[in-house]
């Protein structure tokens, strides 16, 4: 069984900013990409951001500039480092992991978290 947990989310000021972490535990022979989702009231989920395994990062436009996305593999763990944030970013994030079922294979499981709230006042 595998557990995809985010913490660091709350209230902040536009302008402010937050780190995000999600820390995967359980089962995990390897893990390759991971990503930082984002689903505000109303709206479709997006992609924010994402990190394969060896840390190369993707963003969407919006965010590029304002957000990093980093990775710690030995601890299992990924980050979105959050800066000049503005009230549009104002969401529930969830985090994504793609498990390998064994270690070596390529064959994955898409696992997710919970998800946190941000909410950036104007």
């Known amino acids: 069984q595998v557990q995809l947990v985010e913490s660091g989310g709350g209230l902040v000021q536009s302008g402010g900013s937050l780190r995000l972490s999600c820390v995967a535990s359980?089962?995990?022979?390897?893990?390759?990409?991971m990503r930082w989702y984002r689903q505000a009231p109303g709206k479709q989920r997006e992609m924010v951001a994402s990190?394969?395994?060896?840390?190369?990062?993707w963003y969407r436009d919006s965010v590029k500039g304002r957000f990093t996305i980093f990775r710690d593999n030995a601890k299992n763990t990924m980050y979105l480092q959050m800066n000049s944030l503005k009230p549009e970013d104002t969401a529930v994030y969830l985090c994504?992991?793609?498990?390998?079922?064994?270690?070596?294979?390529?064959?994955?499981?898409?696992?997710w978290g919970q998800g946190i709230q941000v909410t950036v006042s104007s």
């Open positions: 990190i394969s395994s060896d840390g190369n990062p």
């Open positions: 994504g992991a793609e498990v390998f079922l064994t270690s070596g294979s390529m064959q994955f499981e898409n696992y």
């Open positions: 359980g089962n995990l022979p390897g893990i390759g990409v």
